[in-house]
């Protein structure tokens, strides 16, 4: 265990790079942060018997930046192949998905038929699913903006794409949107270090997250967090 302390935080506290603009992960303030990557960050720290700093951002990618040069020792991102160059994912510990909002009155009905010419999607510059619908879209655009909704309703877009229970809380909000139900990916969220980290300091946050898996605690800081509806990922 004093190997991997040495190499997970070698200023003496373990700095965690948190993302409130993922609200199924953590809430609050940067002064007062809370939610499920809160929790798992400060229990890797007790485990470890070092103090844990958390270095909150309000998006996915400052989260990435701020562990790519060194500001942070861990993070909690998505696993996604243009994240994996730089970091070493463990398995993940919940699965939430991306769904698609559109104007109530879109002939748009299924995912698929949102991939077409003349359809522009919004999207947070630097999420997941802006990775995953950059990569995978075929035939329609998608906007970046600080969030996409917003940039969805500011530019007339025939699309957003999100998280479901943010985008739901925007639908409710909004009648003349609706939602697309069908899910256009699973976007599977794990704890990450840099690649640089010893074999040994990865397999013990591997282990660890499998273990608060298994055990009830992510299941736990969910539903304190008010996020019952995200799921636990199954054992890796």
Known sequence: MTDVRADLAPTGALRASINLGNPVL???????PGGVTVDIARE???????????????????????????QADICFLAVDPARATEVAFTAPYVVIEGVFAVPRDSALTTVDEVDAPGVR???????????????????????????????????????????RQPIARFVADHPEVRLIDQRFMEIRQAVGTTKGRRPETVAFLHDLVEDLKANGFVADSLLRSGQPDASVAPPA
Do not use: H, W
């Open 44 to 70: 890797i720290g007790r485990r470890l018997e070092v103090p844990v700093e958390l270095v909150c951002f309000d998006a996915a990618r400052k989260s990435f930046e701020a562990m790519a040069t060194g």
């Open 26 to 32: 953590a809430q609050g303030t940067p002064e007062q």
């Open 121 to 163: 999607i919004g999207v947070k510059q630097g999420s997941a699913y802006d990775l995953y619908l950059t990569r995978e879209l075929r035939n329609a655009t998608v906007v970046r903006g600080n969030e996409g909704v917003d940039v969805f309703l500011a530019e007339g877009l025939e699309a957003a794409a999100g998280i």
